[in-house]
């Protein structure tokens, strides 16, 4: 098996003011292809810089990263924005879609900033079929402020997929939204998995890192846990245990 | 190509997005390339005005006049002092070569009168050539001859206001006109043209021999101006100059002293006349500019408030995948697309004023094309330049802050 991602001793520095804020010291790790990993950790323990970084939106201090074995730490600014396009696909915490602009057209925007211009025709039809694959086709032509959060994030999703990307980053997935949304989209990330995506996901929720294969915990800027998860969640499996309850809940009032 | 439509279409969402705001940004386009337009249109159309009034003069003419027009710094104006002769006329057609054609002139105004009516109307005396030179057919009767001018007779030629005031639906030729009380009799009548720039009537006038119009109206010996046609436009300088030196000798002017006379060739006249309204649609031109300017830093303006507003879109497009240059011509587009739809209205609305002005005022506009072709050009370019800075501005966002940013 490759490492999709390969870290060597990365260390992130920032000049804030006159303070050196040392957000990450030495990670080293390994991703390897079909993972689903969960990165976990206090506000503060440097896991959103790692994002960045693992991201390509940042680059490292120190130390060497390996992105489906291309050495990101040396690229410029246009190198990287083609990494990002090509090789990762981002799932933000606020969904992060364009206003005004229906779902369809959001799930078509990295295709735009393709090297290889796809026609017309041939963009639509791959993002109509990222929408299926998140189970939105039928919303195509819907606004984000028609669609509820759920269904925010799988367009999100839809467009991080639709440039078939060797990764799925996630930044708090679920951290606008309501838990049986939250298990919902665990379901997709889940189903993409079982087909060899890529996953990697920051959370500070417990319960939705034990739906992932494997937790990264970090504090102060280092890696101090990395455990397989042992009691894996089905996604399937809660939500049918979720509506039985709420059944329940129903049948007694 | 694909990738210039959709980032049209992208510019073309953002700008309808806001539509007032689009719109008055626009304004500073529009209005400034139409005013630029709208004045380009007047002073063309005034330049055509002139330069056909200055045709109207005759081909390859040089005027003489009577009496220097910058002597002491004042101007006299046409025959101010009468120091032309029919001698330096007579001269000037014998003895300088290319001279085709010489008409002595001399002009008044006086009260004229047929039957019971009078008129106050310009009398000119010229030589029968006066005519051909000027190209002003005689439309019924016919003009006087060389032996008119010689026995000093009694003959006019008429324009058809004079018919229309003394003779109104009578047929004029063989009539007698009282000139100071002097009978002339009318031979023919000059072809009617209309009103000139100005405002006067080109009509309203009557022409006499000139030697009758000295004798029998003036009383002078003197000559206003002579009228010189040269064989082609090259001649025009060497017969301008032969001219001088020959009044000067006729004259007896010595050396170091003033002309007693002037002499503008067809040439000079026309850029003295067009230089006013060429300074005047410079002026108004430069005007125009700084309303293009103006419109321009609207332009900055509004983009550099649009970039502000939509960071966290150009974040979500960097992480997406978006290069700087990306992201810098997808904000161009935009400011060129605002400045090029303003240029192309201002183009219209300027057409449109000078349209109106022309209905409003009966001067004539005229819209030379390339200057059409200028001002798009230039609203793009107005676009380009006013827009390159917010534009580089939104490109150079660290996508993270970009992202975070509320």
């Known amino acids: 098996m490759s490492a999709v991602i390969s870290l060597q001793d990365i260390h992130k520095t920032y000049q804030t003011g006159s303070v050196e804020v040392h957000a990450v010291r030495g990670v080293t790790a390994e991703i390897q292809t079909g993972e689903f990993v969960a990165i976990m950790g206090a506000s503060g323990s440097g896991k959103s810089t790692l994002m960045n970084i693992i991201g390509c939106l940042d680059r490292p201090t120190k130390g060497q990263y390996l992105l489906d074995g291309t050495d990101i730490s040396k690229l410029n600014r246009d190198a990287l924005a083609d990494i990002r396009n090509q090789k990762i696909g981002f799932i933000f915490q606020g969904f992060n879609l364009l206003s005004r602009t229906s779902a369809l057209e959001n799930v078509e925007l990295p295709m735009l900033y393709w090297h290889r211009h796809l026609n017309g025709r041939e963009q639509r039809a791959r993002a109509l079929s990222a929408l299926e694959t998140v189970g939105l086709a039928e919303r195509a032509d819907h606004h984000p402020n028609q669609l509820s959060g759920g269904q925010q994030q799988r367009v999100a999703i839809a467009r991080a997929l639709v440039n078939q990307p060797a990764l799925l980053l996630a930044d708090e997935p679920t951290g606008n939204l309501d838990s049986q949304t939250s298990i919902e989209i665990m379901g997709v990330f889940q189903k993409l998995n079982e087909k060899a995506i890529t996953i990697v996901m920051v959370t500070h929720e417990l319960d939705i890192a034990r739906y992932t294969k494997r937790n990264l915990i970090m504090r102060d800027g280092r890696i101090v846990s990395d455990t397989p998860v042992t009691q894996r969640l089905n996604a399937e499996t809660e939500l049918r245990l979720l509506r039985d309850a709420q059944q329940a809940v129903q049948l007694t009032v | 190509?694909?990738?210039?439509?959709?980032?049209?279409?992208?510019?073309?969402?953002?700008?309808?997005?806001?539509?007032?705001?689009?719109?008055?940004?626009?304004?500073?386009?529009?209005?400034?390339?139409?005013?630029?337009?709208?004045?380009?249109?007047?002073?063309?159309?005034?330049?055509?005005?002139?330069?056909?009034?200055?045709?109207?003069?005759?081909?390859?003419?040089?005027?003489?006049?009577?009496?220097?027009?910058?002597?002491?710094?004042?101007?006299?104006?046409?025959?101010?002092?009468?120091?032309?002769?029919?001698?330096?006329?007579?001269?000037?057609?014998?003895?300088?070569?290319?001279?085709?054609?010489?008409?002595?002139?001399?002009?008044?105004?006086?009260?004229?009168?047929?039957?019971?009516?009078?008129?106050?109307?310009?009398?000119?005396?010229?030589?029968?050539?006066?005519?051909?030179?000027?190209?002003?057919?005689?439309?019924?009767?016919?003009?006087?001859?060389?032996?008119?001018?010689?026995?000093?007779?009694?003959?006019?030629?008429?324009?058809?206001?004079?018919?229309?005031?003394?003779?109104?639906?009578?047929?004029?030729?063989?009539?007698?006109?009282?000139?100071?009380?002097?009978?002339?009799?009318?031979?023919?009548?000059?072809?009617?043209?209309?009103?000139?720039?100005?405002?006067?009537?080109?009509?309203?006038?009557?022409?006499?021999?000139?030697?009758?119009?000295?004798?029998?109206?003036?009383?002078?010996?003197?000559?206003?101006?002579?009228?010189?046609?040269?064989?082609?436009?090259?001649?025009?300088?060497?017969?301008?100059?032969?001219?001088?030196?020959?009044?000067?000798?006729?004259?007896?002017?010595?050396?170091?002293?003033?002309?007693?006379?002037?002499?503008?060739?067809?040439?000079?006249?026309?850029?003295?006349?067009?230089?006013?309204?060429?300074?005047?649609?410079?002026?108004?031109?430069?005007?125009?500019?700084?309303?293009?300017?103006?419109?321009?830093?609207?332009?900055?303006?509004?983009?550099?408030?649009?970039?502000?507003?939509?960071?966290?879109?150009?974040?979500?497009?960097?992480?997406?995948?978006?290069?700087?240059?990306?992201?810098?011509?997808?904000?161009?587009?935009?400011?060129?697309?605002?400045?090029?739809?303003?240029?192309?209205?201002?183009?219209?609305?300027?057409?449109?004023?000078?349209?109106?002005?022309?209905?409003k005022t009966s001067w004539p506009t005229l819209v030379p094309s390339e200057w059409v072709i200028c001002a798009f050009f230039v609203s793009a370019a107005v676009g380009i330049f006013f827009g390159f800075y917010p534009a580089r501005k939104a490109s150079q966002l660290d996508p993270i802050d970009a992202l975070r940013y509320e």
Do not use: C
Not at chain 2, 11 to 34: P, S
Not at chain 2, 56 to 65: A, E, I, P, R, Y
Not at chain 2, 143 to 168: C, H, M, W, Y
Not at chain 2, 202 to 221: C, E, F, G, H, N
């Open chain 2, 1 to 359: 190509m694909m990738r210039i439509l959709a980032t049209l279409k992208i510019a073309a969402r953002a700008l309808r997005r806001n539509k007032l705001r689009t719109l008055l940004t626009m304004l500073g386009m529009i209005i400034g390339v139409g005013a630029v337009i709208a004045m380009v249109g007047i002073g063309n159309g005034a330049k055509s005005q002139i330069e056909a009034q200055i045709a109207s003069m005759g081909q390859n003419v040089v005027l003489v006049f009577s009496g220097s027009f910058t002597r002491g710094g004042t101007r006299s104006g046409w025959g101010g002092a009468g120091t032309l002769t029919i001698e330096d006329a007579e001269g000037i057609l014998r003895e300088i070569p290319g001279v085709v054609a010489v008409s002595p002139e001399i002009r008044t105004r006086a009260q004229i009168a047929a039957g019971n009516q009078n008129w106050n109307t310009s009398i000119q005396g010229e030589s029968p050539e006066y005519f051909d030179i000027r190209q002003w057919p005689i439309v019924s009767g016919s003009a006087f001859t060389a032996q008119d001018v010689r026995s000093a007779n009694k003959v006019a030629v008429i324009g058809k206001t004079i018919v229309d005031e003394l003779l109104p639906g009578e047929d004029p030729i063989g009539q007698v006109i009282r000139v100071k009380n002097v009978p002339f009799i009318i031979l023919g009548m000059l072809m009617p043209k209309g009103l000139s720039v100005q405002g006067q009537d080109q009509d309203d006038l009557i022409i006499v021999p000139y030697t009758s119009a000295m004798k029998r109206v003036q009383r002078v010996t003197t000559l206003g101006s002579i009228i010189v046609q040269a064989a082609k436009p090259s001649l025009l300088s060497p017969i301008q100059q032969q001219i001088i030196e020959l009044l000067r000798q006729n004259h007896k002017i010595t050396p170091g002293k003033d002309d007693d006379f002037t002499v503008r060739n067809q040439q000079e006249i026309a850029e003295m006349a067009t230089a006013q309204s060429k300074t005047m649609t410079l002026l108004l031109a430069a005007i125009a500019m700084v309303s293009l300017v103006v419109g321009g830093i609207g332009i900055m303006n509004i983009m550099l408030v649009s970039v502000t507003e939509r960071t966290r879109e150009i974040g979500i497009r960097m992480a997406i995948g978006a290069r700087g240059r990306d992201i810098l011509l997808q904000f161009l587009t935009e400011a060129v697309t605002l400045s090029v739809i303003g240029g192309i209205l201002g183009i219209g609305s300027g057409f449109g004023v000078s349209k109106l002005i022309a209905a």
